[in-house]
Each structure stands twice: as C-alpha cells, then as structure tokens.
C-alpha cells in the first residue's frame, strides 16, 4: 500500500533536530514553525516532521492546541498508520508481558515506551481499561476497542478518560463501558494476594500494577513482621501483600472510603481479613495521630500520589517528600523497615532520594538504604524519555 500524503510540519532551524533522531519522541510548541496552515490540523492528525533543512524526521501524530505540538508515532516517515500498524504494535507490547507475567494481569501498552504515544492499556484478565491520553488514540478508540475483543479475546473494554493529560491535550473527560459489561470490581492476583480493582469508579484504571516488584519486595522483608503500616494504601496493595507472606497484622490508612472498602474486600478474598485493619482520613494527620499513641510497626510503607506533577510544583513536592519520611521514620520500630515511594516525573531519583534522607534525619533516625527499585517491566521506559520512568521506590532499614 502507498503511503498516504501527509501534511509537512516543520521544526525551526533553533530547535534540537538531533534530539528527534536520537530517540526523543516529543516537539514542543515553541519548537515548530506554525502558520494558518498548521494550526488548522485537527487534533490526532499525521504528518510528516522534518528539521529546519527540510529533512523528512519521522512520522508524528500533531495536536496544535497542546504543548506537545508532535508526538513520534513511527520512525518511518511513509508509514501507514491503519489497522494493521495498530494491531502490530499492540501484539508486540503484549508480546513482552506474556513473556514477564504467567497470568493476564498487567499493563498492557505504556505510551511512549511501547511506541504508542499517549495510550495507555491495564489488562484485568478479560477486561481491559483504555486510556487515550492523546488525541490520536484518542480517535481511535473505537478501533482499538475492536482489536483487543477480536485478537486478545476482551469480554469488557472500559475507557477510562480522566487524568491531568487528557486535559493537557484538549480531550474531555469521561468513563464508560465501550464494550461488554461490568458486574462490579475485578479480582486481580499478584503476589498471592487478591486485589479487587474498580475499573469504572477506582484511582487511575482501579489497579496501579506498577508497583507489582516494590509490593513483592516489601512483603518478603516483611514476612516475619509483626506488624505493617500502609499508609496511602489505595486498595492495599503493599499491606495484602506483607498479610499474604506472614506478617502478623497490618494497618492500612487511605482518604478514600470507597479504595478502603475495596481494600477489605480484598482482605477477605486473600483470607487475612482478621488480620487486616483500615483507618480512613488524611494520611498526615493519621501518622501524627499514630505517633500520638505510640504505635510503632515493624514495616512502614508511603506510597503518595505525584506531591510534584510539573516542575512548578517540585519544591513543594519535595517538602511533602520531605514531611512523610519524617513522620514514617518515627513510626518505624528499631530494626525495621521502612519503604518511601514516588511517582513524580518531575522529581527525579537524586531529588526524591535527598528529600527523603532529610526527613528520616528530622526524626532522629539512622538508616540504611538497602534497595532502590522502579516500576516492572510491563512498564518499559523509553531512554531519551525521563517521564516514562516515573517511579521511584526506596527501602530502608532503620536503627
């Protein structure tokens, strides 16, 4: 097949072409030279790019109403972007977790690191939740539905339309069902715990699979504990699984009564239900209340939302960083074990790292950093690109 004729867009000679060629898969606004002509492509439209000499780049999916103008789509300037492509790229990412996982729970496409820009896919065994986070996928929704009924056998497809992205790319917000139905959250096996994920109602999809490994790690540090702290636990990802390895009893704090009815949930379908507590409320305001009863626990886990979304909001984010590890680290028995996380793009590893280092110091602890870990590999990152490398996850040992 020919390849369609794609409009030209074009970088300005200012901008760094050699980025592009290099692996980097964005162009911001600023970078390009735009007209009547290229600010009247629809959203999600193909072009080509080329540099400031007119020299084809690669194929881009455009969006002139975002701060990301162009997005790499393909490196092959006359690729066709139809069905085809698209179920090639789809089978490929799912080629990976078939490879990591023994069953079908986990991210499924991650964006830009599976060379699909902006899309994001969880699957839940049958059921699947879609995020088009870019305009593209965005209108392609429909036909990327359609592909995981007809190659992957989904019974249900939920689109999940909310996050600060969608509203970055111009793209209103909404949850449905696309295809099939839902009879209420999905039970979700990892780390021979059940999960009960709220693919229409919950955080996020309902299910944050990236933290599989640090969960995995934390519940066999755990496994002779006498106690577990999870604070911002969602539906308890860290502390079912710490229940599930051995630990004695666990305490799982969480803002959100709908996440912590899950969480209970999940406690009875992983049979640790009479070991497993919740407190609901603001988690600052918990661990100082905890703090206030002199509770201590053998593992303390912090796994807060992003405190540093953007770069504007770093210095404060790094605070809050700063402000969790203190109040964990004091509610940290001698010996024990205490697991500070981040998903702040903004924030990298040496700025989360210090932030928390700061904090433990505060409380008068000593510690010891014993592993520094990141997301599975259902969530590859792409090199050139820092924000698909997200998470950050630090375990320490306090004296």
């Not at 200012?14 to 290099?22: E, F, G, L, T, Y």
């Not at 455009?62 to 990301?68: D, E, T, W």
């Not at 970055?168 to 715990?193: D, K, Y």
Request: net charge neutral; hydrophobic share 45%.
């Amino acid at each position: 097949m020919a390849a369609p004729a794609y409009p030209v867009v074009r970088l300005n000679p200012k901008a760094n072409a050699r980025a592009i060629r290099h692996g980097f898969p964005w162009a911001y606004d600023n970078e390009m030279v735009t007209d009547r002509r290229t600010r009247a492509l629809p959203p999600g439209a193909m072009a080509v790019l080329q540099d400031g000499e007119r020299r084809d780049l690669a194929l881009v999916t455009v969006n002139p109403a975002s701060r990301i103008f162009a997005r790499v789509i393909d490196r092959d300037p006359a690729a066709v972007i139809d069905r085809g492509w698209l179920e090639d790229k789809l089978t490929y990412a799912q080629g990976l977790r078939t490879l990591a996982y023994d069953q079908p729970f986990y991210r499924m496409v991650h964006a830009e690191g599976d060379g699909l820009p902006g899309l994001v896919i969880d699957r839940f065994g049958t059921a699947f939740a879609v995020q088009p986070n870019a305009a593209w996928a965005d209108g392609r929704r429909d036909e990327i539905a359609d592909i995981l009924v007809a190659r992957f056998g989904a019974r249900a497809v939920v689109l999940n339309g909310t996050g600060r992205s969608r509203k970055l790319e111009g793209l209103v917000e909404e949850t449905r069902v696309l295809v099939g139905a839902l009879e209420g959250p999905v039970p979700v096996s990892i780390n021979g715990a059940t999960y009960m994920a709220d693919l229409l109602g919950g955080q996020k999809t309902g299910l944050y699979y990236d933290q599989r490994p640090n969960q995995a790690l934390a519940a066999h540090l755990s496994r002779t504990a006498g106690s577990v702290l999870d604070v911002f636990c969602h539906v308890g990802g860290f502390s079912l699984a710490c229940l599930v390895a051995g630990a004695e009893r666990a305490l799982a704090v969480d803002s959100s009564g709908a996440a912590l009815d899950l969480a209970g949930k999940g406690a009875e379908a992983s049979g640790v239900a009479d070991r497993f507590e919740t407190r609901q409320g603001d988690a600052f305001a918990a661990m100082e209340e905890l703090a206030g009863e002199a509770s201590r626990f053998d593992t303390v886990i912090c796994d807060p939302p992003a405190f540093a979304p953007n770069r504007q909001a770093l210095q404060a984010g790094l605070r809050a960083y700063e402000r969790v590890a203190r109040l964990a680290a004091g509610l940290a028995a001698a010996g024990g074990i205490l697991v500070l996380c981040s998903c702040s793009h903004a924030a990298d590893l040496a700025e989360f790292r210090a932030a928390c280092t700061r904090g433990i110091g505060k409380a008068g602890r000593a510690a010891q950093l014993i592993h520094t870990s990141f997301a599975g590999p259902d969530h590859p990152q792409l090199p050139q690109l820092a924000e698909s490398g997200y998470l950050k996850a630090l375990t320490f040992r306090l004296a």
